[in-house]
């Protein structure tokens, strides 16, 4: 599966940003896909996930009720919504997969997208 992440850029603390994934390939393997993220200096660190098939979705704990996860099967891409974006979202995104019959990690990438929240 080859994955094509979308978005970021410069937003204000406060504001929102929306960023996009698409998959293509053998997308009828994925299991779930998701957004990680790394800051400066910082390993990278999970962000949220959703199940590719049934939706459920989960989040780190300190982007819950801030930010929502979804998908397009049609498009076969994977959403991220971020609101009331703080400087600590500051952050390369990227977008992952883990596909069938393996999930013990993930094994698609997506390269990153910038995301800058100004304070």
Do not use: H
């Amino acid at each position: 599966v080859q994955l094509q992440a979308s978005g970021g850029g410069l937003v204000q603390a406060g504001g929102s940003l929306g960023l996009s994934c698409a998959a293509s390939g053998r997308t009828s393997s994925i299991f779930d896909m998701g957004w990680f993220r790394q800051a400066p200096g910082k390993e990278r660190e999970f962000v949220t996930r959703i199940i590719w098939n049934g939706g459920t979705t989960f989040y780190v704990d300190s982007v819950k009720g801030r930010f929502t996860i979804s998908r397009d099967y049609a498009k076969n891409a994977v959403y991220l919504q971020m609101n009331l974006l703080r400087p600590e979202d500051t952050a390369v995104y990227y977008c992952a997969a883990r596909t069938l019959p393996n999930i013990g990690r993930y094994d698609s990438w997506g390269q990153g997208t910038q995301l800058t929240v100004s304070s």
